[in-house]
Structures are given as C-alpha cells and as structure tokens.
C-alpha cells in the first residue's frame, strides 16, 4: 500500500516562508507527477502546483513567484517553499502523487493535509 505522508505546516507572519514536504512510501515502481492542492474554509479544493517526474512545473497565477515545488526523486518526495505569504493563502495543503503501484496499474494518491495559517 503507498502513504504520502506531509509535513512542514504551521502559523507564519504575512510575508513569511514555509517549506511543505510530502513523502511517498510503499510499493512503487515510478511516479509520474507530483502536486499540491489546497482547500480554503467554504471553498473549493484547488490545484497550486505541479511537477512532473522530468521536472516541468505548473503553477496557479496566484502563486506565481512566490512558490517553488520541486522533487527527490530518489527519496520520492516533492517539496513546496512558500515565500512572501499571504492571508489568502491559508488553507489546508495536500499532496497528491500518481504512482504506478505494479508494472501497468497507476492510480492517483492524496495525503491527510497539512494546515497553513497566515496571520500576524
């Protein structure tokens, strides 16, 4: 079974920096992409950004500049550093990973989420 396990959530100042994390466990034999979603009180989840296993990258406009995703993967983990946050990016942030877990079969897998809050 595969675990995406994320970590590096926490309370920031406006204009502060975080670093999220999210490691992959368990059987797999590749992953094709990483991303991080989140989900703000009353609103709909959504996708900030994307990195494929050949490094192209995808970020939502709002995020532009300010975030950068990357990923080990030797260690199977992606990493968002947030800088020159804002109010409005507080949310719940999860991982999601598509990951073949045999040969040919490849399924999508999210993470339980990490809370940030930006508030001074």
């Known amino acids: 079974q595969v675990q995406l396990v994320e970590s590096g959530g926490g309370l920031v100042q406006p204009g502060g920096s975080l670093r999220l994390s999210c490691a992959a466990s368990g059987i797999i034999f590749g992953i094709s992409a990483m991303e991080w979603h989140r989900q703000a009180p009353g609103k709909q989840r959504e996708r900030v950004a994307t990195?494929?296993?050949?490094?192209?990258?995808y970020y939502t406009d709002s995020v532009k500049g300010r975030f950068t995703i990357s990923m080990d993967n030797a260690k199977n983990t992606v990493y968002l550093q947030m800088s020159s946050l804002k109010p409005e990016d507080t949310a719940v942030y999860y991982c999601?990973?598509?990951?073949?877990?045999?040969?040919?079969?490849?399924?999508?897998?999210w993470g339980q989420g990490t809370q940030v809050t930006v508030s001074s």
């Open positions: 999601k990973a598509g990951i073949k877990t045999t040969l040919t079969l490849a399924y999508d897998f």
């Open positions: 990195i494929s296993s050949g490094g192209s990258t």
